[in-house]
């Protein structure tokens, strides 16, 4: 174990960094696209069901050959990673995000209009905070799995634990890919974690007494 | 005053939700809109806020044409509470109640004085102004939503069956408060409901929709006594048509219009001769103009010595008259408990018009037991053969 450490230690710390880096870049791109995308797709509930369609299509297509199909467009290393990981967290975030728009109880909305509120106010102030908690359990579900696709990146030269990973498996070194993987499934836990609690604090309250609880 | 003229609504190209509507709303009544689902009266009532937009016809609300106006702009002066309260979970009850104050964007002070009175003028403590929606009852919740719909004083305000959901006792404190605001604020009202006890209650007029258009519009009183076809007559329901016949007698068809007066400068001594005279043991007395002061009856006027004396020093205040315009069913009780024979009639502004006797209460009696059999047979025998 110490050995593992002493000859690996500063390619893992490395590797670690890489993971994250890519993750979150990965999964902030698909924050900043699905999420609008989402509350606007929810306004025109018909052209939702096309989009949400090809969503799940591209969503098909098998994480390592997407990785492939991106080494011709862009080459290999980080940006063809970070390209192919932000499309597969589009959907998780995108669905939920559409579905907790159009799911605040539609008397809410009724009433909201029927008060001489626009679509903008409509939107800000009612649909988005009572979808907060959807959108967010999307997105703590997209963190997760962004953390795990990440591990295939390096594959591409992306980097990542997953080189630890490959290597160890091509060369039949157990201390490669237990150190490969056990730092992947802590990032998830920590991404998971955060994202929970995230999505507890931005949830909008509902009652004054209320207690703040650990949410795991 | 807001007008419907020749409206109609169109659902998806071939859905009649609205056919021709063309009624009057007058400023300040209360207009109740009933018929079962699917007949329209929701689509109506949305048509006023432009929730919906006619297909053709126009409406009109103090002369403007409401497309005019954007559809944002007309809703913030419009009141709107809808069933099931609609209240944002996620905002405080002051921040439900003051929606339109801000969007209106009062200041701060205005809004929280604003939301203060209506809580008070509700019976609901201020503390809850700063809890949610889900920390209330049922009926918090939709006096909140009646507030919210008012907070901003609109000229109009439209409900939707906002107490649909609610228990029975709950939902009549809830009528007389919104009778109530409705009278203070004198807002015009517009209410939606299936319930027609409930539209009876509330309204001034009631307009009944079947199948996108009004069958009927017009005071609860005369839907009551003149229903205009078969569908209205099965909609009201038998036993309020029979509860209508026998409920609807007012003090002034039955009462004596003759009653004995004497004015007040005549003498102990003169009353005793008009009454040999009329033989009658009760007197009224009036002014010159007929309004009416007091009584003087035989006991009284057995206990006085002085026969000169004058009438005005026994006579008896304390009469309580009834009120030619009371409904006798709600009086019946009250007079037969108060024990006593003669009980004078007034008008509004308190003029002699009529008395009740015990022979006018034996008559009365005798009708209403004799004529309920033919009555209820009548309107049963209509019942069957439509």
Request: glycine share 6%.
């Given at each position: 174990?110490?050995?593992?450490?002493?000859?690996?230690?500063?390619?893992?710390?490395?590797?670690?960094?890489?993971?994250?880096?890519?993750?979150?870049?990965?999964?902030?791109?698909?924050?900043?696209?699905?999420?609008?995308?989402?509350?606007?797709?929810?306004?025109?509930?018909?052209?939702?069901?096309?989009?949400?369609?090809?969503?799940?299509?591209?969503?098909?297509?098998?994480?390592?050959?997407?990785?492939?199909?991106?080494?011709?467009?862009?080459?290999?290393?980080?940006?063809?990673?970070?390209?192919?990981?932000?499309?597969?967290?589009?959907?998780?975030?995108?669905?939920?995000?559409?579905?907790?728009?159009?799911?605040?109880?539609?008397?809410?909305?009724?009433?909201?209009?029927?008060?001489?509120?626009?679509?903008?106010?409509?939107?800000?102030?009612?649909?988005?905070?009572?979808?907060?908690?959807?959108?967010?359990?999307?997105?703590?579900?997209?963190?997760?799995?962004?953390?795990?696709?990440?591990?295939?990146?390096?594959?591409?030269?992306?980097?990542?634990?997953?080189?630890?990973?490959?290597?160890?498996?091509?060369?039949?070194?157990?201390?490669?890919?237990?150190?490969?993987?056990?730092?992947?499934?802590?990032?998830?836990?920590?991404?998971?974690?955060?994202?929970?609690?995230?999505?507890?604090?931005?949830?909008?309250?509902?009652?004054?007494?209320?207690?703040?609880?650990?949410?795991? | 005053m807001i007008e419907y003229k020749k409206v109609t609504k169109v659902y998806?190209?071939?859905?009649v939700a609205v056919k021709d509507a063309n009624i009057t709303i007058e400023d300040g009544e209360?207009v109740c809109f009933?018929g079962?689902?699917?007949s329209g009266k929701t689509t109506a009532l949305r048509l006023i806020n432009r929730m919906h937009d006619p297909t053709e016809g126009e409406i009109f609300i103090d002369g403007e044409n409401i497309q005019d106006y954007s559809p944002?702009?007309l809703r913030?002066k419009i009141?709107?509470?809808?069933?099931?309260?609609?209240?944002?979970?996620?905002?405080?009850?002051?921040?439900?109640?003051?929606?339109?104050?801000?969007?209106?964007?009062?200041?701060?002070?205005?809004?929280?004085?604003?939301?203060?009175?209506?809580?008070?003028?509700?019976?609901?403590?201020?503390?809850?102004?700063?809890?949610?929606?889900?920390?209330?009852?049922?009926?918090?919740?939709?006096?909140?939503?009646?507030?919210?719909?008012?907070?901003?004083?609109?000229g109009v305000?439209l409900?939707?069956?906002?107490?649909?959901?609610?228990?029975?006792?709950?939902?009549?404190?809830?009528?007389?408060?919104?009778?109530?605001?409705?009278?203070?604020?004198?807002?015009t009202f517009i209410?939606v409901?299936?319930?027609?006890?409930?539209?009876?209650?509330?309204?001034?007029r009631i307009a009944i929709w079947h199948e996108g258009e009004i069958i009927q519009y017009d005071?609860?009183?005369?839907?009551?006594?003149?229903?205009?076809?078969?569908?209205?007559?099965?909609?009201?329901?038998?036993?309020?048509?029979?509860?209508?016949?026998?409920?609807?007698?007012?003090?002034?068809?039955?009462?004596?219009?003759?009653?004995?007066?004497?004015?007040?400068?005549?003498?102990?001594?003169?009353?005793?001769?008009?009454?040999?005279?009329?033989?009658?043991?009760?007197?009224?007395?009036?002014?010159?103009?007929?309004?009416?002061?007091?009584?003087?009856?035989?006991?009284?006027?057995?206990?006085?010595?002085?026969?000169?004396?004058?009438?005005?020093?026994?006579?008896?205040?304390?009469?309580?008259?009834?009120?030619?315009?009371?409904?006798?069913?709600?009086?019946?009780?009250?007079?037969?408990?108060?024990?006593?024979?003669?009980?004078?009639?007034?008008?509004?502004?308190?003029?002699?018009?009529?008395?009740?006797?015990?022979?006018?209460?034996?008559?009365?009696?005798?009708?209403?037991?004799?004529?309920?059999?033919?009555?209820?047979?009548?309107?049963?025998?209509?019942?069957?053969?439509?």
């Open positions: 174990m110490m050995e593992f450490f002493a000859n690996n230690g500063s390619a893992l710390i490395t590797a670690i960094g890489e993971h994250i880096f890519l993750s979150l870049i990965a999964l902030a791109l698909g924050i900043l696209v699905a999420v609008p995308l989402g509350i606007l797709l929810s306004q025109f509930p018909k052209t939702a069901d096309i989009v949400i369609g090809i969503a799940s299509v591209l969503q098909t297509v098998p994480t390592l050959a997407l990785l492939a199909l991106m080494v011709p467009i862009l080459g290999v290393g980080k940006i063809p990673s970070i390209v192919a990981l932000f499309i597969y967290s589009l959907l998780p975030i995108l669905r939920n995000a559409y579905l907790g728009m159009s799911g605040v109880d539609p008397t809410l909305v009724d009433a909201a209009k029927g008060m001489g509120m626009s679509t903008g106010q409509v939107i800000r102030k009612v649909q988005l905070p009572l979808a907060i908690p959807v959108i967010m359990a999307g997105i703590r579900l997209s963190a997760v799995y962004v953390v795990a696709w990440t591990t295939i990146a390096a594959y591409i030269g992306g980097g990542g634990l997953g080189e630890f990973i490959f290597n160890g498996l091509q060369t039949y070194r157990q201390d490669l890919i237990f150190g490969g993987t056990i730092p992947v499934i802590i990032i998830a836990i920590v991404m998971d974690l955060t994202a929970g609690y995230l999505e507890k604090r931005f949830s909008p309250k509902t009652s004054s007494s209320e207690v703040e609880t650990d949410y795991a | 998806d190209s071939d859905i209360f009933i079962t689902s699917g944002v702009n913030r009141g709107y509470a809808i069933q099931q309260t609609g209240l944002f979970p996620h905002m405080t009850v002051y921040e439900n109640v003051v929606t339109v104050p801000r969007l209106l964007e009062w200041d701060e002070k205005k809004c929280r004085d604003t939301a203060e009175r209506l809580m008070e003028r509700v019976d609901l403590p201020i503390e809850l102004l700063e809890r949610y929606p889900s920390e209330l009852s049922g009926g918090q919740q939709q006096r909140i939503g009646v507030i919210r719909a008012l907070a901003a004083n609109p305000v409900m939707d069956e906002p107490f649909g959901a609610l228990d029975p006792i709950t939902r009549d404190a809830l009528h007389d408060l919104v009778i109530e605001l409705q009278e203070e604020y004198n807002n209410f409901t299936h319930d027609m006890d409930e539209a009876l209650k509330l309204a001034d005071t609860p009183e005369n839907i009551l006594s003149n229903p205009a076809n078969d569908y209205v007559r099965s909609f009201i329901g038998q036993d309020r048509l029979f509860d209508a016949k026998t409920n609807n007698i007012k003090v002034r068809e039955i009462m004596n219009d003759n009653p004995f007066t004497i004015t007040p400068g005549k003498t102990v001594s003169d009353a005793l001769t008009l009454m040999h005279e009329k033989r009658v043991d009760t007197l009224f007395v009036v002014d010159d103009y007929n309004k009416l002061l007091g009584r003087v009856t035989i006991e009284f006027i057995a206990n006085v010595d002085d026969q000169s004396k004058n009438i005005m020093d026994i006579i008896d205040r304390e009469i309580r008259p009834l009120r030619a315009d009371d409904l006798i069913q709600n009086k019946l009780r009250e007079v037969l408990r108060r024990g006593r024979s003669n009980i004078p009639v007034v008008d509004k502004s308190n003029i002699l018009v009529g008395i009740i006797t015990k022979t006018t209460l034996v008559n009365l009696t005798y009708n209403l037991i004799w004529d309920q059999d033919i009555a209820q047979e009548e309107i049963l025998e209509e019942g069957l053969s439509e």
